[in-house]
C-alpha cells in the first residue's frame, strides 16, 4: 500500500479502481509501410469502433440530459462518415504509403485549420468537432480505451489538474472520486466536486510520476486529504466502516427533510441548493432544498463545442422551472472567463484574468451574446420561479445598462407576440467595489447574494487558484465578514432581501453568526442543506447576539504564505 497526502477539497470516502486521465494530444509518429491495404483496414475498424462510441454516447445524452445536447454526438458521426475527410486518409495512406495513424492526424489538422479560418462562425466552431473526431480516431487506432467519459464502470479520477470544461463533460455517475496534483480548494472544479458530492483531493505534486496507477484499487478520503493506493486490508476495513458511518449519518440527517428552517426564537431563512447543471437537480431536490440559490448557467457553455442558441437554453431553464414546481430558481448569467474558458470561444489571453474580461464584462462587450441569454430566461420565466441574477458588478451605471438592455429584450418579446414572465432581477455582490457601495445598488435590483469565493479574492488581493495562497485566502478574514454584514444592513434599509451563494454560505461555524446578521438567505452544495438546517433549528439568535454583542471581530491568526 502507498499513502499520498493532499488537501481535501470536497470531503467523502470512494473505493474503487484508478483511472488516469490524460488530457495530452496524442503523439503520432509517421511510419512508413509496405502493406497499405493493412493500414486501411486498421482504419475502418477504427472507424467502427468510433461510430460505436459515439452511438453510446448519443444514447447516453439523450436520456441524461436531453436530445438537444445529444445532437453534438449525431454530428460527430456524420463527420465521421464524411466523404472528404475520409478521402483525404485513405489518399494518404495510400499516395504516402504511411501507417493510418498519421493519415487521420494530418487530415485533422488540415480540415480543422481550414475550419477555424472561416468567415462564418457556426463553421469556424466545427474546427473543435474535427479535433475531437480525430482524437477519437485516434484512440480506437491506438487500442487505449478513450476518454473517461466513456468509461464503463465508476473509477477514481486522477490527473495533473483537471479544468472546469473537463470536469463538467465528464459522466458524473462514472465518477467516484478525483485526485490531482494540482488545484486548491476555492477552483470551480472543487465546487463543482462538492457540488456532486464526489471526495476529492487536491495538491499532490509529482503524483503522476510517482507510479502507475491505471486499473489499480484506490480509496480517496476527501474528507482527511488521504489518498491510498492498493490498500492493505486493515485500510481497506477501517475506510469502508468510515464509509458506512458517513452513510448512518446522512440517514440520520434524512429525518430533517420536510422540516423548516426555523430557529428556537422564530426566525426563518431561506435554504437553497447551488447546482451547475441539470444533472444536480435530483440531489437539490433528494437534500430538500427550498429552490435553487445558484445556477451556473456557463456550465450550460463550457460542456459543448460552440454558444448554445436561445432555442436550446429556453429548454433547459424550462425544465429547470418545472422541476422545481415553484420553488425559486436563480439563474446567473453566463460567468465565463479567468478560470473558465470555452475553446470555441476564442478569448485573448490576458496578463490578469480573474481581474479582466469576464463575466458581465464579457456578456457587455458581447450583447448579441446576452440578449441571446436573456431571451431565453425571460422565456423560460413564464413556466416557473426563475430570478436572474447579474455576476461581477462593480457600479450602478453598469446595473443601469444591464435592466436597459433586459427591458429592449422584453420588448422584443412582447413586439414578437413570444410568451415570457417578468423574473426577479438581482446582482452578486462579490467585488469589493459592490459591497461599498451596495447602499447605491441596493435601490436598482430586487435581491442581493453574496458570491463570498470572488468577494475574499478580491477584498484580500489573494487569487482563489493559487495553491499556495491558502493562508492569505481567509473567508473568515473582518474585511470579508464586514462586507457581508454591511450588504445585508444596506439590502434591508432598501427593502430587498440578501443571501449568499458563495461556498462560505455552507460554513458551518459561521451559520450563527449569518443568522445574527440578519442574512436572509443561503445558498449552498446539495449535501450541506441538511447539516445546516438542523444548526439553524438548534440555534436561538437573540441569546447568540446578546453572548456576541461586545466581541469585536479580531485579526485572523496569520498563516505563512505556502501553508493552506
Ligand atoms: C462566488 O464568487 O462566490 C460565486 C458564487 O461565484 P463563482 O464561485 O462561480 O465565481
Ligand atoms: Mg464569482
Not at 493500414?39 to 472507424?47: S, W
Not at 474535427?130 to 464503463?152: F, H, I, N, P, Y
Not at 495533473?160 to 490531482?180: G, R
Not at 432581477?425 to 457601495?437: D, F, K, N, R, V
Request: charged content about 25%.
Amino acid at each position: 500500500m502507498r499513502c499520498y497526502k493532499g488537501s481535501g477539497v470536497s470531503g467523502g470516502i470512494a473505493v474503487g479502481k484508478i483511472r488516469v486521465y490524460r488530457r495530452e494530444k496524442q503523439q503520432v509518429k509517421r511510419r512508413h509501410t509496405e502493406d497499405v491495404q493493412a493500414e486501411l483496414l486498421r482504419y475502418e475498424a477504427a472507424k467502427e469502433e468510433a461510430a460505436r462510441q459515439l452511438e453510446m454516447l448519443c444514447q447516453k445524452a439523450c436520456r441524461k440530459i436531453g436530445k438537444m445536447q445529444a445532437a453534438i454526438f449525431e454530428a460527430h458521426q456524420m463527420m465521421l462518415a464524411d466523404e472528404d475527410y475520409n478521402g483525404s486518409v485513405i489518399h494518404i495512406v495510400q499516395s504516402q504509403m504511411v501507417n493510418a495513424e498519421y493519415a487521420v492526424a494530418r487530415t485533422g489538422d488540415n480540415f480543422s485549420r481550414m475550419f477555424a479560418l472561416m468567415d462564418d462562425e457556426y463553421m469556424r466552431a466545427r474546427a473543435a468537432d474535427v479535433t475531437d473526431v480525430t482524437e477519437r480516431l485516434l484512440e480506437a487506432l491506438s487500442g487505449q480505451k478513450g476518454s473517461q467519459t466513456d468509461a464503463e464502470e465508476a473509477v477514481i479520477i486522477v490527473s495533473d489538474d483537471l479544468t472546469p470544461s473537463e470536469t463538467v463533460q465528464m459522466e458524473k455517475n462514472q465518477i467516484l472520486a478525483f485526485v490531482t496534483e494540482q488545484g486548491s480548494v476555492h477552483s470551480h472544479t472543487a465546487i463543482l466536486a462538492r457540488t456532486m458530492a464526489i471526495p476529492a483531493l487536491t495538491g499532490i505534486p509529482d503524483l503522476l510520476a510517482a507510479e502507475a496507477f491505471d486499473g489499480k484499487t484506490g480509496i480517496v478520503d476527501g474528507t482527511n486529504g488521504m489518498f491510498y493506493v492498493d490498500p492493505d486490508e486493515e485500510t481497506l476495513r477501517r475506510m469502508l466502516a468510515a464509509q458506512q458511518e458517513e452513510a448512518g449519518k446522512r440517514e440520520l440527517l434524512s429525518a430533517l427533510k420536510g422540516k423548516e428552517n426555523l430557529t428556537r426564537d422564530g426566525r426563518r431563512i431561506l435554504l437553497y441548493a447551488n447546482a451547475g447543471g441539470i444533472g444536480d437537480i435530483a440531489a437539490v431536490l433528494s437534500n430538500d432544498a427550498g429552490g435553487i440559490g445558484l445556477f451556473r448557467s456557463e456550465f450550460l457553455y463550457l460542456e459543448r463545442d460552440c454558444f448554445p442558441t436561445e432555442e436550446e437554453q429556453f429548454q433547459i431553464y424550462k425544465q429547470v422551472a418545472e422541476m422545481m414546481a415553484g420553488k425559486r430558481v436563480i439563474i446567473r448569467t453566463l460567468d465565463i472567463g479567468a478560470d473558465k474558458q470555452c475553446d470555441y470561444f476564442q478569448q485573448e489571453k490576458e496578463e490578469n484574468p480573474a481581474l479582466g474580461l469576464r463575466a458581465i464584462r464579457l456578456c457587455l462587450m458581447h450583447p448579441e451574446i446576452f440578449r441571446t441569454q436573456l431571451r431565453a430566461l425571460f422565456r423560460a420565466s413564464a413556466f416557473g420561479k426563475i430570478a436572474v441574477m447579474y455576476p461581477m458588478i462593480t457600479g450602478v451605471s453598469e446595473v443601469r445598462r444591464i435592466r436597459e438592455i433586459a427591458e429592449q429584450v422584453k420588448t422584443e418579446l412582447r413586439e414578437q407576440g413570444v410568451l415570457f414572465g417578468e423574473p426577479e432581477q438581482g446582482i452578486m455582490i462579490e467585488t469589493p467595489a459592490a459591497a461599498l457601495i451596495s447602499d447605491l445598488l441596493a435601490p436598482e435590483v430586487d435581491f442581493f447574494s453574496i458570491g463570498t469565493n470572488d468577494l475574499t479574492q478580491y477584498a484580500l488581493a489573494a487569487d482563489r487558484q493559487h495553491p499556495k495562497l491558502g493562508g492569505y485566502y481567509d473567508p473568515h478574514h473582518p474585511a470579508v465578514l464586514r462586507m457581508i454584514s454591511m450588504v445585508v444592513e444596506n439590502a434591508h434599509k432598501a427593502g430587498i432581501w440578501a443571501g449568499i451563494c458563495g461556498e462560505l454560505a455552507a460554513d458551518l461555524s459561521l451559520t450563527r453568526e449569518f443568522l445574527a446578521m440578519g442574512v436572509d438567505e443561503l445558498s449552498v452544495p446539495p449535501g450541506s442543506i441538511l447539516p445546516i438546517r438542523r444548526l439553524i433549528r438548534e440555534m436561538n439568535v437573540e441569546e447568540y447576539q446578546t453572548r456576541t454583542a461586545s466581541q469585536i471581530p479580531g485579526e485572523p491568526a496569520f498563516a505563512p504564505a505556502g501553508s493552506s
